[in-house]
């Protein structure tokens, strides 16, 4: 597990601590399910791909992760290299785009400030 629950239930009460609303603690926690998800996708692609190492140190897992209001810091235990990016790490920055694009068909093209307010109102 990359992740325990008591870990999950913390930074769910941290968060609701913080007096967001429901639907921002549902997406919050939606969020988080998402990352873990991300990061076992991650954490699979990287292990196909290398293939000149040991075993032991092929795997890599995600050892914890910073979440922002932009994306998320994927803390890994050994250097890891995204698919997509040719920057390799231990910290790895993943925008919550990225991981929207990768989770939900449909996800937004729509970059502006103004564009993404509309379609939130929109779902209100």
Not at 44 to 63: G, L
Not at 96 to 124: H, P
Request: glycine share 6%.
């Amino acid at each position: 597990m990359l992740i325990t629950q008591e870990q999950q239930e913390a930074l769910v009460d941290e968060y609701v601590k913080e007096k967001h609303t429901t639907e921002e603690c549902i997406g919050f926690i939606d969020g988080i399910n998402a990352i873990l998800e991300l990061a076992v996708r991650i954490s699979k692609n990287q292990i196909s791909q290398t293939n000149k190492k040991p075993k032991y140190m092929q795997e890599v897992i995600i050892t914890g992760y910073t979440a922002k209001s932009e994306g998320v810091i994927l803390e890994t235990n050994i250097p890891a290299k995204l698919k997509t990016a040719n920057v390799k790490g231990t910290r790895i920055f993943v925008s919550w785009d990225k991981i929207g694009k990768l989770l939900f068909d449909g996800y937004t093209e729509k970059q502006e400030v103004s564009e993404r307010d509309e379609l939130r109102a929109k779902a209100n």
